[in-house]
């Protein structure tokens, strides 16, 4: 399976996805800092992997440090959680890790731990949580199947695979379980312009695997869907509001359009700890905005004028109205999300 991110030695290893598809280099990471860089960066991306990112480096951090004390232990990882919170806004399972992180400190510190012990805590926990996002991708894939057609054209936007995560991927997820279920499944991938997510990771990644890709510009879409050769739309998720509007790489809300228009089914495939049952719509979802030069630019060459303004959300928000279904590690949800979303909670894992 693809190491995206995983502990080596006294440090946090993560391939290096701002380089893919032309090499494979992985960025070593020695302090919390330089994890909390490579989140900010896009060294690692999607919101699962950026949650076990950020518990890795909250753990790591907590290694490096010298605090002989909890106390002073314990305010050296408030200024640890706080750099990683500050990485990048709308993933959900950032701060899901680095409250489930906090959760841990504080029991062990109410049991008594000494500093130490509450070290090796994090560092379980941490380790942890990359486990059992890899298995939450593997049930929710083997969910998500039950939803391909034996032979299925499918539609995805954005990178929701092995790199998004710990492992195995959430739409790609679902992808994978179909396929290794013995169905023919062929995957249109959007470019998604403007970091490529499409074009240079879901494709590498099912290339890898076997899997028939097609790359397709963004904006060719509609008429793919128009043509017939679009039988049902998978994609991930970064934040998933209370009545099931969901915040996506930018560009989701319109394949979602495109898809209801054609009568095409729209799933979105994340696990819970992308739903944010605090947060009831969307539009109470930041949104980041990113690098103009992420716009401008194709590496070192300049697309646009200088002088003209630029914007870059990194996300939009697909009203629930839009959403056929939710795949999650504990089943499927289904409209009306207000009830279904918190019923899929309340089920047992």
């Keep these: 399976m693809l190491p995206t991110i995983e ?16 090499a494979e280099v992985y ?11 490579a989140i900010k960066t896009m060294v690692i991306r999607g919101a699962p992997a950026i949650g076990v990112a950020a518990a890795m480096g ?31 806004p709308t993933a959900v399972n950032l701060f899901w ?8 400190f504080a029991e062990a ?17 941490a380790l942890r949580i990359h486990d059992d996002d890899v298995a939450n991708c593997r049930a929710m894939g083997a969910h998500g199947a039950t939803l391909v057609p034996d032979t299925a054209n499918v539609l995805t936007h954005c990178n929701a695979g092995a790199l998004a995560t710990a492992g195995y991927g959430t739409a790609l997820g679902v992808i994978r379980a179909a396929v290794e279920q013995g169905k023919k499944v062929a995957v249109l991938a959007d ?21 028939d890709t097609t790359v397709i510009t963004d904006n060719m879409a509609a008429s793919m869907m128009r043509l017939g050769h679009v039988d049902l739309v998978v994609v991930g998720a970064d934040r998933i509001a209370a009545n099931g ?20 089914p729209f799933y979105v495939a994340a696990p819970l700890s992308t739903v944010d049952l605090a947060t009831p719509d969307g539009e109470q979802i930041p949104i980041e905005e990113r690098s103009d030069r992420e ?22 928000v697909t009203p629930a109205t839009y959403v056929t279904a939710i795949v999650t590690e504990r089943g499927i949800a289904r409209p009306p999300y207000a009830s279904s979303l918190a019923e899929v909670f309340r089920r047992q894992s």
């Design 7 to 22: 502990r080596k030695d006294d440090a946090v290893v993560m391939i290096d996805q701002r380089k893919l598809p032309s």
């Design 27 to 37: 960025v070593t990471c020695k302090t919390a800092l330089q994890v909390a860089k």
């Design 58 to 88: 909250i753990a790591l951090g907590m290694r490096k440090s010298r605090a002989t004390g909890t106390k002073q232990l314990a305010t050296e990882f408030q200024k640890t959680c706080n750099l990683m919170a500050a990485t990048r």
């Design 97 to 104: 890790a680095i409250d489930r992180m906090k959760q841990t």
């Design 109 to 125: 510190a109410h049991a008594g731990c000494s500093a130490d012990e509450i070290r090796q805590r994090l560092d379980d926990d």
């Design 191 to 211: 470019e998604t312009r403007p970091f490529l997510q499409g074009a240079r990771l879901t494709a590498w990644e099912l290339v890898k695997d076997g899997i």
């Design 245 to 264: 509007d969901v915040a996506n790489k930018v560009g989701t809300y319109g394949v979602a359009v495109l898809a209801k228009e054609h009568g095409i």
């Design 295 to 316: 716009v401008t630019h194709v590496g070192s060459s300049r697309l646009t004028p200088e002088g003209a303004r630029v914007r870059n959300p990194a996300f939009d």
